[in-house]
């Protein structure tokens, strides 16, 4: 299994991103997808998780409301829509895949490097 988030980039506060993730490999065993992000100097995040039919998704009570996400299983891409951006918003994003969908970056046996989003005020 192999992902690569990619779509990041230096913003302003309330502008909207939207993260894309290359996922390669995926079988039925593996095909739960979260995102995390982690600040500089601080513990990864959850912000969502969703399933292998994109049916279920689970929001980290912070994020909904300004972040969504979707999958495009045909080709292989997830997506994570960052709105209302706010400076707190900066860090590195990561999406992960694993065999539960879940909020505990533990579940997750495969990530992909990060990619950095920058919102500056």
């Known amino acids: 299994v192999q992902l690569q988030a990619s779509g990041g980039g230096l913003v302003h506060t309330g502008d909207s991103l939207r993260l894309s993730c290359a996922a390669s490999g995926l079988t039925s065993d593996v095909d739960n997808i979260g995102w995390f992000r982690q600040a500089a100097g601080k513990a990864r995040d959850f912000l969502v998780a969703i399933s292998q039919d994109g049916d279920r998704t689970y929001y980290a009570t912070s994020m909904k409301g300004r972040f969504t996400t979707s999958r495009d299983n045909a080709k292989n891409m997830l997506y994570l829509h960052l709105n209302s951006l706010k400076t707190e918003d900066t860090a590195v994003y990561y999406c992960?895949?694993?065999?539960?969908?879940?909020?505990?970056?533990?579940?997750?046996?495969?990530w992909g490097r990060g990619t950095q989003v920058t919102v500056s005020s």
């Open positions: 992960a895949a694993g065999p539960l969908i879940s909020t505990v970056d533990t579940a997750y046996d495969y």
